[in-house]
């Protein structure tokens, strides 16, 4: 009785315009603020995964917007003139090499062996396949090696077997190796000892490669070493992706690698 007549008064209280009365109210709306906020704390931590996986996906699909427009060249005919249609010009689009961009989540991952494989949760289902690229957020990963139904391997850069062809800002190609120790340290050679190369310089993925690419970071310079016997050197790198904590990559297929190997196959039996 004494605990509802408690309750009874002090609604009255609050009803009222008093001083009392208006504390009351500040109280329960700090009170209830705090409720609503812890709640939205507890739903926004178990949407975190949803959330992720949208991103992931707008993401891919920006990326891919982008190889759309780097895949563009405009070529001016100035030897051959033919009648055009209405609205058309003297240029044409050309496209070559689109790639396209899947998402996918690391299940499972390796850096300490001599060859560190990564599984993904995409296989044959999802349209992977052997040797397509894979690349994180930040920079290169790897390349698809074994592919089940729904699940996929890929072959770490982390790995004696892998190399990536690679280029020093616009002076010098080479290619990515990793020495099988730091993770975090790739090393890049065939660069010529006449090429200057500042710590902090950044080393992307070149036009030669069949299965990345172009333009996407490697890794930026922390020392450079020179090879006698070779006139060479070898510099090394900070990897732009941190694989101990590997999350969510994106799988690229190259829709014209095929055919270019192919053709540079039937070239070299030749």
Not at 112 to 117: G, I, L
Request: hydrophobic residues 35%; charged residues 20%.
């Amino acid at each position: 009785m004494f605990l509802t007549l408690e309750v009874v008064c002090i609604i009255f209280i609050q009803r009222t315009n008093t001083l009392q009365g208006n504390d009351i109210v500040s109280s329960a709306n700090a009170v209830s603020g705090l409720v609503y906020k812890k709640q939205s704390d507890v739903l926004y931590y178990f949407g975190l995964r949803k959330m992720n996986d949208s991103l992931l996906n707008e993401n891919a699909r920006l990326r891919q917007l982008v190889e759309q427009y780097r895949s563009i060249d405009t070529l001016t005919d100035t030897v051959i003139h033919t009648r055009s249609l209405v609205g058309d010009s003297s240029k044409h689009i050309v496209r070559y090499a689109e790639y396209e961009y899947r998402t996918a989540r690391v299940i499972n991952n390796s850096v300490n062996a001599s060859d560190n494989y990564i599984t993904i949760n995409r296989g044959s289902a999802s349209g992977i396949y052997k040797n397509m690229a894979v690349l994180s957020g930040t920079g290169v990963v790897g390349r698809v090696e074994h592919v089940s139904r729904n699940y996929s391997s890929i072959l770490s850069v982390l790995s004696a077997k892998q190399k990536v062809s690679a280029r020093l800002r616009n002076t010098a190609n080479g290619f990515v190796i990793w020495d099988g120790k730091n993770p975090r340290v790739l090393t890049m050679i065939d660069v010529p000892q006449q090429v200057v190369v500042k710590k902090g310089d950044s080393v992307f993925t070149n036009s030669y490669s069949l299965y990345f690419p172009p333009e996407v970071l490697i890794g930026t310079v922390i020392k450079t070493e020179m090879v006698k016997k070779n006139a060479m050197q070898h510099i090394y790198l900070r990897s732009s992706t941190d694989f101990r904590n590997l999350q969510y990559v994106y799988v690229v297929e190259n829709k014209m690698s095929t055919e270019k190997k192919q053709l540079e196959d039937s070239t070299a039996k030749k």
